[in-house]
């Protein structure tokens, strides 16, 4: 596979320019700006997932008009429980804030940030730019994905780019991590999507081991409610030696109501929900703890399945259920 690595050079220069920086970034505060030193590179999630913990990440819930205050309360409320944010890309056809951006103001709060970059919005020199960015900040785990085709017609008149495919943006991050840079703790831990479906017997799984090759090291799968399903899946990579290869982090959220569930089910792509669990929401009093519920007791049964390495939580929108879903699993690191 051709990566470019004419980068070189500009990534020695980053890393130089990061060493000369003041070690104080600012911070408001109540009486005036504060100043808190800048640690080492935050890999929280990336020394879980590589160790013997259980990861847990959360997914801020971004908007076009989500402001920075906002984005911040989210992130401070849910990195309480959760190891590390996730911050996604423009997902669907509405615009939001640049997960570089947000990453950046994630580092300075003391947060660990999981971007999301994917193939679908950029040409290969924006993504090695974002890649580069990224690195020079000190970010330690990406998730790369294709992304999502666009609607013919959509809110903002968007054109897909796709000049990159999705190993080749993996392999052009691992390429980055192969440059002789001065500080070793920037290599980029990278994740990849996954979408849980019933595998045949004798399942190849070509494109999961294309990704491999070029450098992922852990799937990411879209969110899956259906434990049988995910069960099957696990098993189909074990079979293909898969496992061998990577960490699995699995999506799932706790859903406040029926029609919400519903609207997920039937608006995005390979979102997996069983009638049995919009039912449940349906019929309980309290939908909301009911979802909290569903969310923990999914969270307890997929930590235990051969091959599931941690838990990506969406939020619909308010931060407390996922903190609430996370403490009632029991699998958050200081329980």
Known sequence: MNVDRKCTAWTAKLAAWKDR?????????????????????????????????????AELSLHRDTTVDEALRQAELLSGSADAIQVTESPGDRAQVAPLALAALL???????VPRLSC??????ALQSDLLGLRALGVSTLVLINGSALPEENALNAKPVFEVTCPELVAMAQSMNE????????????GTGATVFAPEQG???????????????????????????????????VAARLTWKYSVVVTLAPLPSADTARWLAENQ???????ALIDR???????????????????????????????????PGDPGAVIAAIDASGLKSDQ
């Open 107 to 113: 580092i300075r709060q003391g947060i660990d940030p």
């Open 179 to 190: 440059e002789d840079w001065s500080e070793t703790a920037h290599e980029f831990i990278i």
């Open 281 to 315: 929401l349906e019929n309980s009093t309290d939908p909301v703890q009911e979802g909290i519920d569903i969310c923990a007791g999914l969270m307890k049964e997929y930590a235990a399945l051969p091959g599931v390495s941690g838990i990506n939580l969406l939020s």
């Open 120 to 125: 679908r919005d950029r040409n290969r020199i």
């Open 203 to 237: 399942w190849t799984a070509d494109s999961l081991r294309a990704r491999a090759s070029a450098g992922a090291r852990f799937l990411q799968t879209q969110p899956c409610f259906n434990l049988k399903l995910l069960r099957g899946y696990m098993q189909g990579l």
């Open 269 to 275: 792509r390979n979102v997996l929900i069983p009638g």
């Open 21 to 57: 920086q003041n070690s104080f970034v600012q911070r408001p505060g109540p009486h005036g700006p504060q100043y808190r030193e800048l640690g080492p590179p935050l890999k929280t999630f990336r020394e879980k997932l590589q160790g013997t913990g259980f990861p847990i990440t």
